[in-house]
C-alpha cells in the first residue's frame, strides 16, 4: 500500500473511532470479496449455450435502436464496418481505440476505410471500439476505461461501433463482473479495477422535452454492433 493511501484509510478509521480490522474480520471481508453472493437472476438470461446467448443478445440489442451484424471472422469485419458506414450515409473516414482486439482484424482489406488510432479527437463521426464484455439479458455493453480503451470514444462520435468476439457475451450482468474482475487479477493486468466502467445499452437518447424520445442526447445517436463469432478474435 502506498504511503498516501495509507495516510488516507487511517483517516477515515480515526474518524470512525476504529483502529485496524483483526485477523477474522480481515478474512471474512476478503472471503466475501472473493465469493460474492448473487440475487435472483432473470430466467431469461439462464441456461442458455452460446448460440442461445447470441440470439438473445440480438434481440434484445434491436430493442433498445442498436442495430447487430454478426460475422463468422475477423477478416469480414472490414467489409461489414464498411457496408454500414455505407448503409448509413456516413464517411469512410474513422476513428479507432488502440485496443488490441482490433489490431487483430485485416483493416488493409477495406482499402476504402481511412483509419484513424488513438484518442478520439472529437473531429470524426465515427468512432470503432470493442468491449470487455456485453450482457445478452439487457444487450448492455461492458466496456472499460484504460490507456488502450480511452472512455471518451464511447461518447464523443457521433456513431459508435463495437466490435465484439461472441466469446465475451455473457448472460447476467453478473458474469461480466466476474470477467472484469478475472481479467482485472490475471498476469499482465493492472492490479487495480479500471478507474471507469461504462455500462452501454443503445444508442444515447432522452425523453425529457415532453416525452418525446431524441437520439444521441448525451452520446452516439447510432450504436452498431459487430459480433465476431470465431474465437480467434478474442
Not at 477515515?12 to 470479496?33: N, P, Q, Y
Request: glycine letters at 8%; hydrophobic letters at 45%.
Amino acid at each position: 500500500m502506498s504511503a498516501a493511501r495509507d495516510a488516507i484509510l487511517g483517516g477515515i478509521r480515526r474518524s470512525l473511532g476504529r483502529g485496524a480490522l483483526d485477523e477474522a474480520r480481515v478474512s471474512s471481508l476478503e472471503a466475501r470479496l472473493a465469493g460474492h453472493p448473487r440475487g435472483q437472476l432473470p430466467a431469461r438470461a439462464q441456461g442458455l449455450d452460446r448460440a442461445g446467448l447470441l440470439d438473445l443478445l440480438e434481440r434484445q440489442a434491436k430493442a433498445v435502436a442498436c442495430s447487430v451484424a454478426r460475422v463468422r471472422s475477423a477478416a469480414d469485419v472490414p467489409a461489414e464496418l464498411a457496408r454500414y458506414l455505407k448503409s448509413q450515409n456516413l464517411p469512410s473516414r474513422v476513428e479507432m481505440s488502440p485496443d488490441p482486439t482490433l489490431d487483430a482484424v485485416p483493416w488493409s482489406a477495406a482499402p476504402m476505410l481511412e483509419i484513424a488510432r488513438g484518442r478520439p479527437s472529437g473531429e470524426e463521426g465515427v468512432g470503432v471500439t470493442s468491449a470487455c464484455a456485453a450482457v445478452a439479458e439487457t444487450a448492455t455493453l461492458m466496456i472499460a476505461s484504460g490507456e488502450r480503451s480511452p472512455a471518451t470514444m464511447n461518447f464523443l462520435p457521433d456513431t459508435h461501433v463495437v466490435v465484439l468476439p461472441a466469446s465475451r457475451v455473457v448472460g447476467p450482468l453478473e458474469d461480466a463482473w466476474d470477467r472484469l474482475r478475472a481479467a482485472s487479477a490475471a498476469p499482465m493486468a493492472a492490479a487495480t479495477m479500471p478507474r471507469t466502467v461504462n455500462l452501454v445499452t443503445g444508442p444515447s437518447r432522452t425523453g425529457d422535452i415532453e416525452q418525446k424520445i431524441e437520439m444521441g442526447a448525451h452520446g452516439p445517436r447510432r450504436l452498431h454492433l459487430i459480433v465476431v463469432e470465431d474465437d480467434a478474435l478474442a
